[in-house]
């Protein structure tokens, strides 16, 4: 059985990386999430950012944010921990795992360690495989349990000013704007087509007035509801054009746009150069 089909059965997986003994298991989807401790240097290519990773660190990926890992060093050393939604959705009555700062998109997917720290998560890592052999009935519990410790400790290292507090009521609607705006990504199927579009949409959905829902907005972040909303569509589109094999005709479609033409315009007038332009690049 492949390593892809034993993570769709049990919903998790978890191993040891050590360059020598054995090479960490290769997925051909990135259709989960996961956790990994490093202790190589490498630089972590994340969305649009290059993060370079020196000593102890945690990394959480999620799967609608690509990435890929480059080493600097010629031992890769660490252990991971690949899970779906699914498996944590039995405990994950919070929405914990959608809410974490570190696998929410524009979160923080990177947290450096000590050597106390290192040494901590790694014990939590080796009872996860210890655990993940045995026969015990409720083993699933266990191992979600360790996931969310894993998650935990990394919210103990968030520095406070992190914790976003609502001082007033604009701040608080722009916060849900800004919450649903991201709600609305990644686009995984055709068939399910951009559903928020306007100001007016988002106005709507979240019962308030579009004016309202504007000035609350520019005051908080100094940029209209329509630019948030502008800026999102276009960093989809970009991911789209350079992550998927979808034609040009259905990623406007896909993006709530009615015609190409219509899509080809929107991201011209935005970027300053045609959708065809960027996949060409990227091939």
Known sequence: ?????????????????????????????????????????????????????????????????????????????????????????????????????????????????????????GTVFRKMIDEGATDYIYKNDLIRNYINLIIHEALKMQPSANYVMHKNASSRITALFLELLER??????????????TAQDYANNLSVHVNHLNRSVREITGKPTTSHIADRIISEAKALLQHTEWSIAEIAYALGFEYPTYFNNYFKRITGTVPRSLRIKAV
Request: glycine fraction near 6%; charge should be negative; proline fraction near 7%.
């Open 1 to 121: 059985m492949s390593n892809t089909s034993t993570l769709k059965l049990k919903g998790f997986n978890v191993y040891q990386i050590e360059t020598g003994e054995s090479k960490p298991p290769v997925y051909s989807r990135r259709d989960y999430y996961k956790v990994c401790i490093i202790h190589n240097n490498c630089i972590i290519h994340y969305a649009d950012k290059s993060i370079e990773l020196n000593g102890h660190n945690l990394f959480f990926a999620n799967p609608h944010v690509p990435y890929s890992v480059e080493l600097l060093s010629p031992n890769q050393l660490g252990y991971a921990c690949l899970f779906t939604e699914d498996f944590m959705a039995a405990n994950d009555r919070s929405g914990m795992l959608q809410e974490s700062p570190m696998f929410k998109i524009g979160g923080t997917p990177v947290f450096p360690l000590n050597a106390d720290q290192a040494e901590f998560v």
């Open 184 to 197: 609305q990504f990644p686009i995984e199927s055709i068939d399910r087509p951009l559903r928020l579009k």
